[in-house]
């Protein structure tokens, strides 16, 4: 797709977000996924970050009696496996490949190894939990943005990072201080020493399915995440005449567009989808193509199933409009 197609697509879908929902009566939430859209991290990330590190721990401390840490993520379990997943499948998947630990055996102690890493993580600085990441290029731009349309938008994020780690993340790397993130529903974990800097969202630490034999379920249990920050943002949204008309998922992997679409189908097919239109910022500033994304999207339904495909991810000038805003 040449540059100038790939303006008039997304003009095309933006006036179609306009179309259907005046500013007037149309508040819309806007959720990130962290690592590939927000954050890049260097080669050894995967295996050496902070991040990285809180899974070795969590499973050797939880589950191998205080061994010390087990091998790490990159290592020990299969790319496809961990990338684009949630903190609680890849926790099951870790302790499966290096404890022989079956889900079974390793998900009632889920989250114990949530908490667990969340205290690895605690126990750092922002420079120690920032090593080996960084903002990509636009974001920190268009959040400020953002943070100046909060009549039109609620900001938070859709990640299968464990909340408490989201957060101490966010503030590492200057995000949370552009004032975009929203503030989190009273139904959000406390996650001690982190509530200065908490907001609205779906985590990893919100939803596990536990089955980590059904690839989907990386997907699928993503999606519950965007229900659940959906129902969030309701919530605090209640008490004030707005009312959601538009949920927008920004996210760099097949498990976040799969996630937003498999979230758009189930409202569809229950009959809950009423007026709000789901839309999806795919951004190709991963380890995917923006062919993958646009193929996996699929065809949009006007008003119900919204995609747009960005291959400059939040650094693209029209981002806010891919947004409908």
């Not at 974001?139 to 990640?159: A, E, F, N, P, R």
């Not at 552009?178 to 959000?188: E, W």
């Not at 609205?200 to 519950?224: A, P, Q, T, V, W």
């Not at 004030?240 to 409202?267: E, N």
Request: hydrophobic share 40%; glycine share 10%; aromatic share 6%.
């Amino acid at each position: 797709m040449t540059q100038s197609k790939s303006m008039t697509y997304h003009w095309v879908l933006s006036a179609c977000f306009l179309c259907c929902w005046s500013p007037v009566s149309a508040f819309t939430l806007i959720t990130f996924d962290v690592d590939g859209t927000l954050v890049h991290g260097s080669g050894k990330a995967a295996a050496e970050g902070a991040h990285a590190r809180a899974f070795s721990h969590a499973v050797g401390e939880v589950l191998g009696g205080g061994q010390g840490p087990v091998t790490p993520v990159a290592e020990a379990v299969p790319r496809r496996l961990y990338q684009g997943s949630t903190d609680g499948l890849i926790l099951l998947r870790l302790a499966r490949a290096t404890l022989n630990k079956e889900p079974q055996e390793a998900f009632p102690k889920l989250d114990a190894m949530m908490d667990s890493m969340f205290q690895y993580i605690q126990n750092l600085d922002n420079v120690e939990v920032a090593d080996c990441i960084d903002t990509l290029p636009g974001v920190l731009d268009k959040l400020k943005q953002l943070s100046t349309m909060q009549d039109q938008v609620l900001c938070g994020l859709v990640t299968g990072n464990v909340e408490g780690i989201a957060r101490r993340k966010m503030d590492a790397v200057g995000i949370w201080e552009t004032g975009a993130l929203s503030p989190p529903c009273s139904t959000q974990k406390q996650w001690q020493g982190t509530e200065s800097i908490a907001f609205l969202g779906g985590f990893g630490s919100d939803y596990c399915s536990g089955d980590i034999d059904n690839l989907d379920r990386n997907h699928l249990d993503r999606g519950e995440q965007i229900a659940i920050a959906a129902q969030r943002c309701r919530n605090n949204l209640s008490s004030s005449s707005r009312k959601l008309r538009r949920v927008v998922h920004v996210g760099d992997a097949p498990a976040d567009v799969l996630a937003a679409k498999a979230y758009s189908q189930q409202l569809l097919e229950t009959d809950k989808a009423e007026d709000l239109c789901i839309g999806m910022v795919a951004v190709a500033t991963g380890s995917y193509h923006a062919d993958e994304l646009r193929e996996l999207a699929g065809e949009p339904i006007p008003g119900k199933w919204e995609p747009i495909i960005l291959e400059d991810g939040m650094n693209d000038p029209y981002f806010l409009s891919a947004c409908g805003l």
